[in-house]
């Protein structure tokens, strides 16, 4: 059985492992009935260990998709998780440019971010537009 990508599609998921049940179960009857039919000797303790070692096998295949469905959904919710924290971390504000070149944080901004004199912090600089001159 292949692995689900639709997480939430388990009807499709079941009706896919009947279906290969239904087949598996199929290809014994074809075979136990050219068994009877043929000249061949019958061993049903043999054919008895070949149906059990598919059905294990598709226990097998289901146990791998529902274990690999619950790790992929896992790790989408870790990763949603460390994505959140890195967004509530930062802030986005405009500000104008002073004299000396000098910025600053407004101060509902700094609260937010829980930041005080002389802490570090990265700017990154996306010129909004140029001032106009007051001669003009």
């Known amino acids: 059985m292949v692995a689900n990508n639709d997480q939430s599609n388990y ?3 079941f009706q896919e492992w009947m279906q290969k049940g239904g087949k598996a179960q199929s290809e014994f009857i074809k ?3 050219s068994y009877m039919e043929g000249n061949q000797k019958f ?3 043999q054919s008895l260990k070949e149906m059990t070692s598919k059905a294990a096998e598709m226990q097998a295949n289901i146990a791998n998709n529902v274990s690999s469905l619950q790790k992929n959904t896992m790790e989408q919710m870790f990763n949603l998780g460390n994505m959140m924290q890195n967004f509530m971390g930062w802030g986005a504000f405009k500000t104008t440019v002073g004299s000396n070149g000098r910025i600053s944080i407004p101060e509902a901004e700094r ?3 829980k930041l005080s004199e002389g ?3 990265q700017v990154l600089v996306l ?3 140029k001032r106009k001159s007051r001669s003009s």
Do not use: G
Request: with cysteine; aromatic share 6%.
């Open 31 to 33: 075979a136990f009935c």
């Open 43 to 45: 061993d049903p303790l």
């Open 111 to 113: 609260d937010a971010l």
């Open 119 to 121: 802490d570090l912090v």
């Open 11 to 13: 009807v499709n998921m």
């Open 127 to 129: 010129p909004l537009e």
